[in-house]
Every structure is written in structure tokens, then in C-alpha cells.
């Protein structure tokens, strides 16, 4: 009986993701990162450096729908406030011309880390508003959620916007206010049990140096 139990209904789920379906692939390559970090000693940044990571952000695609639902449920360290979306909601505001839906991909010289990162935000004439950033817990280390804020700060005063975003405060996602902040967001103001984050459009943080490279737009 065990052995067929695999095979029954109530064990096969709706959907399998890209992630899910090669998991035991990524976890190989996870190995050989870490005995290449090992190498580095104490040397983070030089680690850093040797991998080469480059971190695409592009609209969210039908194929990516259920992987971007499943980073809303699974990932609550770096994330902003914790909402959930299903595929049918992303799929709705992806459509949405006053909303952006995006997915960050990672990679480095080992491989594919597959879509870490989720961004939504809510464009207004004077505002872009962050709603949900989030960034997969086992890539925190990369220090690349910081990057993607970066980027999306950058986007919005360019193209004359503030950058705003919304924080939620848990037990777990400190570290993502901290990021927040280092982005350049300071508190503005406090809404229904969450926090108002904005950023000044007249100074800005300062760029910082970053040993990922960002590529956008679809591929």
C-alpha cells in the first residue's frame, strides 16, 4: 500500500511549478555554492563578486502565475506585507493598466536560482506604490533584495513618481524594513495597522555598489 501512496489523488497537487518540479536539482547546485563560499574564508564580498549574479525583473507571465502565488504563501522574511494572491488575482492585476505585476529571476555562474522575487505595485499620476515585495528566504544572503528595491526606486523617480510602499510588521520580517529603509524609505505615516513608507524625491539614498547585475523586460 505505501508504495502506491504517491500515486493517489489526494497527493498530487493542482499545480507544480517550475521550482518545485527540479528542486532536487537546485538543492546539487546550492551545494557546490556553498562549498565555493568556503573557499572565500571570511571574505564575503569576494564571494559575492566570484558569482557573477545577474537578476532578471520582467512582467509576470501566465507560466509564471502560480510560482508568484505560491512565493505570496511560502516567503515571510523578506516580505512587505504579507498579502496572499491566488493565479486569478496576479492575473487580474497584471492586466490592470494601473498596476504592475513582475518576477525576478536569479542567476549565477552555477546556475538558476528560478524566480525568487515578486514585485506589485500601484501606479497613481503622483506615486508608485510598492503593495508586495518579497524576496525568496534562501537568497537573502545574496543581499540582492536590496537590488531589486534599488531598481524599482530608480524606475519610479524617473519616471515621475515618489516611491512609496506599505510594511506590515510581523514576527519575522524585520530584516525587510531594514532593507526598506537602506532603499532610501522613511517613514511618512501609519494606516489601519501598517506603515506608510515614501521615498524624498529630492534626495534620495545614495546608489549603492552591487555585485549583481539587473536585466529587464521580457526575455
Known amino acids: 500500500m505505501a508504495p502506491r501512496l504517491p500515486d493517489r489523488a489526494e497527493f498530487q497537487p493542482a499545480q507544480v511549478t517550475e521550482e518545485a518540479s527540479r528542486r532536487r536539482a537546485l538543492y ?6 556553498r562549498e565555493a563560499e568556503e573557499e572565500f574564508g571570511e571574505d564575503r564580498q569576494a564571494f ?29 522574511q523578506l516580505n512587505s506585507t504579507g498579502l496572499t494572491y491566488d493565479a486569478d488575482e496576479l492575473r487580474a492585476l497584471s492586466a490592470s493598466p494601473d ?72 514576527d519575522v520580517n524585520r530584516n525587510m524594513l531594514v532593507t526598506l529603509r537602506f532603499a532610501g524609505y522613511r517613514p511618512v505615516a501609519t494606516e489601519e495597522g501598517h506603515m506608510v513608507l515614501a521615498v ?20
Not at 546539487?28 to 555554492?33: G, I, P
Not at 559575492?48 to 502565488?69: C, F, G, I, Q, W
Not at 524624498?200 to 526575455?219: F, K, L, M, W, Y
Open 28 to 33: 546539487r547546485t546550492e551545494w557546490r555554492r
Open 48 to 76: 559575492l563578486a566570484s558569482l557573477d549574479l545577474v537578476m532578471r525583473l520582467r512582467p509576470a507571465t501566465e507560466d509564471d502565475l502560480s510560482r508568484a502565488s505560491e512565493l505570496t504563501v511560502r516567503t515571510h
Open 99 to 170: 498596476h504592475q505585476v513582475r518576477v525576478a529571476r536569479l542567476s549565477d555562474r552555477f546556475g538558476d536560482y528560478g524566480i525568487i522575487g515578486l514585485a506589485v505595485t500601484e501606479l497613481t499620476p503622483a506615486d508608485s506604490i510598492l503593495r508586495l515585495m518579497l524576496m525568496s528566504c534562501r537568497v537573502a544572503s545574496r543581499g540582492v533584495g536590496g537590488v531589486l528595491l534599488n531598481h524599482l526606486v530608480k524606475e519610479a523617480l524617473g519616471e515621475g513618481r515618489r516611491p512609496v510602499a506599505h510594511f506590515v510588521p510581523t
Open 200 to 219: 524624498d524625491q529630492d534626495r534620495p539614498a545614495p546608489a549603492h555598489h552591487s555585485h549583481t547585475r539587473v536585466i529587464t523586460g521580457v526575455e
